[in-house]
């Protein structure tokens, strides 16, 4: 009976060698910067909402305490709905940033590439030239009666 199989320390390696490989794929670093410069972006949305937008709209709406302070009373319970609005508010900035930057930008990045591949330069007079001197060679080297395209 073989047991080299059963070799925990074979078996750690190769789970090591499998790990490494997986970690440092590029798209999974790729991932990792994504998720930390989301992270980063969405403490400066969230400060943004916290710090000036909402306070701003708290001025100009009736109350003295700020949205913070907007709840609404039921049965005995309180129901903060003035930080639910400043968390709305929130996602819609992040949603309304992405959306310009992955769809639109993006977006436009892409079409300005395919307008670019689509639009090939013209033919220079030397490219006209060698273009007709091939096909004359061409033509030449075919056997007579022979069809123009293979079959």
């Given at each position: 009976m073989?047991?080299?199989h059963?070799?925990?320390?074979?078996?750690?390696?190769?789970?090591?060698?499998?790990?490494?490989?997986?970690?440092?794929?590029?798209s999974?670093?790729?991932?990792?910067?994504?998720?930390?410069?989301?992270?980063?972006?969405?403490?400066?949305?969230?400060?943004?909402?916290?710090?000036?937008i909402?306070?701003?709209i708290?001025?100009?709406?009736?109350?003295?305490?700020?949205?913070?302070?907007?709840?609404?009373?039921?049965?005995?319970?309180?129901?903060?709905?003035?930080?639910f609005?400043?968390?709305?508010?929130?996602?819609?900035?992040?949603?309304?940033?992405?959306?310009?930057?992955?769809?639109?930008?993006?977006?436009?990045?892409?079409?300005?590439?395919?307008?670019?591949?689509?639009?090939?330069p013209?033919?220079?007079?030397d490219q006209?030239?060698?273009?007709?001197i091939?096909?004359?060679l061409k033509?030449?080297?075919?056997?007579?009666?022979?069809?123009?395209?293979?079959?």
């Amino acid at each position: 009976m073989d047991i080299k199989h059963l070799d925990p320390m074979k078996q750690a390696s190769s789970l090591f060698g499998e790990f490494k490989n997986f970690a440092f794929k590029g798209s999974v670093i790729d991932l990792a910067v994504g998720v930390i410069i989301g992270a980063a972006f969405g403490k400066i949305v969230t400060s943004l909402v916290d710090h000036i937008i909402m306070p701003f709209i708290g001025v100009l709406l009736p109350g003295k305490s700020g949205y913070q302070g907007w709840t609404l009373p039921i049965r005995g319970k309180v129901i903060p709905y003035g930080l639910f609005l400043g968390d709305v508010v929130n996602f819609l900035i992040v949603a309304a940033a992405l959306f310009l930057f992955i769809v639109k930008f993006l977006g436009w990045i892409m079409r300005s590439k395919q307008e670019e591949a689509k639009a090939a330069p013209p033919l220079t007079k030397d490219q006209e030239l060698l273009s007709e001197i091939r096909d004359l060679l061409k033509q030449q080297a075919r056997p007579i009666g022979a069809s123009e395209t293979p079959q």
